[in-house]
């Protein structure tokens, strides 16, 4: 099992489609910033498995399932707009009081926001790529339950449990956020991270993402300065640091263009995944 994590908007889905060799992660589809989503090989291409937060699961067409899910899903993005809509209204007056902002998000957070008794998905995929060869976990971006403490350690529990257990574990890091961002912040924010799932493992891989949109003025000089800044910075958290571009390793793959395969860097990641896989028994 390889688990894949990281922030929202750094290009997980993205990934996940180029791992699989196609696409089966849509944002408009299944969504995954409230629940994870299970890729198997395993699973009759026409069924899924819906697990609830009461340990109840249940088997549905796969046409069922998505009907479902996409239900909850509106339920949540309405919510959020209530949340929105009442935080704007509540800290009005008090926009230079950031404490008390934060203070009013949570108490907003934890009473509009949408909690789903979902917590995960199993979908049936086949595939030519890495899926034959193990489950890949999509997980809801770390930073999406700012807001609502209830939801968020409904599934922290979860991904605990996933995180400790796993062959590997593929973390995502948006380049341009390391190149124009302080990476004192970034580093905090992966240490507290880290720390809530209990700990740096010597199974994880970092993936810095992106890198096609720092080479888009050829510039490989900004791709090296990203990645020795990541090493410098994150070296100890992670097994190895990769720099891809997800977004060319699904073109690639698609369009069977080994040029561009090879381009994105997603070979390196497969070769760290299996090194990990056999250290740890998987072959």
């Known amino acids: 099992m390889i688990l894949i994590m990281g922030n929202g908007n750094v290009g997980k889905s993205t990934l996940l489609n180029a791992l699989v060799g196609k696409e089966v992660a849509k944002t408009n589809l299944l969504p995954t910033t409230w629940k994870i989503d299970v890729y198997s090989p395993e699973l009759s291409k026409d069924n899924a498995i819906i697990k609830y937060t009461n340990g109840k699961q249940e088997t549905l067409s796969v046409e069922k399932a998505k009907q479902k899910v996409n239900e909850e899903d509106k339920q949540v993005k309405e919510s959020k707009k209530i949340f929105n809509k009442k935080l704007k209204e509540e800290s009005k007056d008090i926009k230079n009081n950031k404490e008390q902002i934060e203070e009013i998000k949570m108490y907003l957070g934890k009473k509009y926001i949408y909690k789903s008794n979902i917590c995960e998905v199993r979908w049936p995929v086949k595939s030519k790529f890495l899926l034959e060869q193990c489950l890949l976990i999509d997980t809801p971006g770390l930073n999406c339950y700012s807001y609502n403490f209830d939801a968020l350690e409904q599934i922290r529990e979860v991904l605990y449990n996933y995180y400790h257990k796993v062959d590997g574990v593929i973390w995502i890091l948006d380049g341009n956020q390391i190149s124009s961002q302080s990476s004192d912040a970034l580093l905090k924010e992966l240490d507290y991270s880290l720390k809530n799932l209990g700990g740096v493992r010597d199974n994880i891989i970092g993936v810095i993402n992106r890198k096609d949109l720092l080479l888009k003025n050829k510039d490989q000089e900004a791709v090296d300065k990203v990645y020795n800044n990541s090493v410098k910075y994150f070296g100890d958290k992670f097994t190895e640091i990769i720099p891809i571009s997800a977004t060319e390793a699904y073109k690639g793959i698609s369009n069977n263009?080994?040029?561009?395969?090879?381009?994105?860097?997603?070979?390196?990641?497969?070769?760290?995944i299996e090194q990990i896989r056999y250290r740890g028994g998987n072959i």
Request: net charge neutral.
């Open 257 to 272: 263009d080994k040029n561009l395969i090879k381009q994105s860097g997603i070979e390196d990641l497969i070769k760290a």
